[in-house]
T-cell receptor
């Protein structure tokens, strides 16, 4: 089983739709969680951290479910510019801090 | 604003050549990382460094070496490039390697080995 798993998609949604992605992780000792956004042929960029209590940044909401070992990202009122690949990142301690990246979920927002 | 730069955006090399990829960060970060990214495989850690002259193997170090002589610069070396090293190479840095540190990435180098 992969340490971090994501549905590769693509998720094709119309503008204005709400879309949600999940990311499951296998290591229960995982400590920190992030969502990154990666545009085609560009580097990943931090979208938002994921806090235990859940957090919101504009149209984006991230949640953590430690019991079921997954994080989620909800995008409301999708824009064409939201089209990208969304990577989840999990950090756990193994001597040093280890960053594990999911393979990403591709989102296409259609006009 | 953190800036991570990489020496080349695109590089074409021949099998057997020695290849140097350079990464520079301007925010005095302690930790630097080299990843490669391939379709369907995501980002895979090659090497990382938590201090000058220190290095640790990542998940796929074979065929690669690294050098960190200065805090701001982390080089990835392909001693003898092979076609299976054709990939997107991403450098990243973090301030101190804590559990809440986010990684800042350079723009990537797309390497093609012929």
């Amino acid at each position: 089983r992969k340490e971090v798993e994501q549905d590769p998609g693509p998720f094709n949604v119309p503008e204005g739709a709400t879309v949600a992605f999940n990311c499951t992780y296998s290591n229960s000792a995982s400590q920190s969680f992030f969502w990154y956004r990666q545009d085609c042929r560009k580097e990943p960029k931090l979208l938002m951290s994921v806090y235990s209590s859940g957090n919101e940044d504009g149209r984006f909401t991230a949640q953590l479910n430690r019991a079921s070992q997954y994080i989620s990202l909800l995008i409301r009122d999708s824009k064409l510019s939201d089209s990208a690949t969304y990577l989840c990142v999990v950090i756990f301690t193994s001597g040093t801090y280890k960053y594990i990246f999911g393979t990403g979920t591709r989102l296409k927002v259609l006009a | 604003d953190v800036k991570v730069t990489q020496s080349s955006r695109y590089l074409v090399k021949r099998t057997g050549e020695k290849v140097f990829l350079e990464c520079v960060q301007d925010m005095d970060h302690e930790n630097m990382f080299w990843y490669r990214q391939d379709p369907g495989l995501g980002l895979r850690l090659i090497y990382f460094s938590y201090d000058v002259k220190m290095k640790e193997k990542g998940d796929i170090p074979e065929g690669y070496s690294v050098s960190r002589e200065k805090k701001e610069r982390f080089s990835l070396i392909l001693e003898s490039a092979s076609t299976n090293q054709t990939s997107m190479y991403l450098c990243a840095s973090t301030p101190s390697g804590g559990a809440t540190d986010t990684q800042y990435f350079g723009p990537g180098t797309r390497l093609t080995v012929l």
